[in-house]
């Protein structure tokens, strides 16, 4: 299997750098689909990965909302993520997981391993417990060509209450990418990026700036485009330039193209199809507008 980093590049190359969010919000989902039931869910979740084929080349589902639903939510998770790799996307499992030995052995286990039962092509991981919780997903990452998605500055408002206090003389997540180099260069791939990607904030530029120089190899993974108020421009901040294009990473993009304004209001599939397709038209070109391709 080629390397995680090396699927992802090839991705962005061909559609661009959106990453589309599926994000069932509790309340949200159509009736159409069956509302906001397990049910319901997947019929939208599915919905979401046809809509997104031809149009992006990676999606984003966000485990949390599938697993207030219970086991009946987890089957809909698994559902959508086979049925988006075998459309030949590359899924992005957002359940920010963090724990110590075997515990996060297992977390790795369910996500990243060749036989994982919510098989994705990357994990994103909370590092804040340590190095020692991110060799797991690492080596399971190594073995069967995946990707660990570490958060380093991420776009809420309280990010700056921990990431931001300094540590010895700099600002915390820079002291973590910092001890995150050896495993950065794990994970590289033939394209010479690595599969170790970072999440930085949208609603952070400078920050993307500054973990770009530290991290030069390292894809990211930016959130807060969108929906929590930041441009192309400021996404693609930590991006580099190659040729006349900012290549990098993925911008994910979650409520603006799940939930336009026209969606809720869609009285078909139909309809409900031509709005999806709109916001992630819109959002694709918006961002490569922005990265010069």
């Known amino acids: 299997m080629n390397a995680f980093a090396d699927r992802l590049v ?3 190359e061909e559609f661009g750098p959106l990453c589309v969010g599926i994000d069932p919000h509790a309340g949200r989902i159509p009736q159409l689909f069956g509302g906001d039931t397990p049910e319901g869910i997947e019929n939208w979740g599915l919905a979401m990965v046809e809509a997104v084929k031809g149009r992006a080349g990676v999606v984003k589902p966000q485990v949390a909302f599938f697993e207030r639903h219970g086991w009946q939510g987890m089957k809909a998770l698994a559902t ?12 992005l499992a957002d359940a920010k997981r963090g724990d110590i030995g075997s515990t996060a052995e297992g977390y790795a286990s369910a996500f ?3 036989d994982a039962p919510f098989a994705c092509d990357a994990l994103t991981i909370n590092p804040y417990m340590g190095i020692d919780t991110i060799e797991p997903h690492v080596a399971a990452a190594e073995a069967s060509g995946k990707g660990v998605i570490v958060l380093a500055r991420t776009s809420n ?13 700099a600002p915390l997540f820079e002291r973590v990418v910092e001890a995150l180099a050896p495993m950065i260069d794990r994970l590289k791939g033939e394209s010479g990026w690595s599969g170790l990607m970072l999440v930085t904030g949208a609603t952070g530029p400078d920050e993307a700036r500054r973990l770009r120089m530290l991290a030069p190899d390292a894809l990211f ?22 040729g006349n294009r ?21 009285t078909t599939i139909e309809a409900w199809q031509t709005e999806i397709a709109a916001a992630i038209n819109g959002a694709q070109a918006d961002l490569l507008s922005a990265a010069g391709g």
Not at 157 to 169: I, N, R
């Open 221 to 242: 993974l930016v959130p807060g485009y969108g929906a929590q108020g930041a441009g192309a421009g400021e996404a693609l901040a930590g991006f580099r330039k190659s």
């Open 246 to 266: 900012l290549v990098g990473g993925v911008v994910s993009a979650s409520r603006s193209v799940n939930f336009p304004p026209g969606a809720s209001d869609a």
């Open 112 to 114: 990243l391993t060749a």
């Open 80 to 91: 959508i993520l086979e049925a988006a790799r075998d459309s030949g996307l590359v899924v």
């Open 157 to 169: 408002p309280g990010s700056a209450d921990f990431q931001s206090k300094s540590l010895e003389g």
């Open 10 to 12: 090839a991705a962005t």
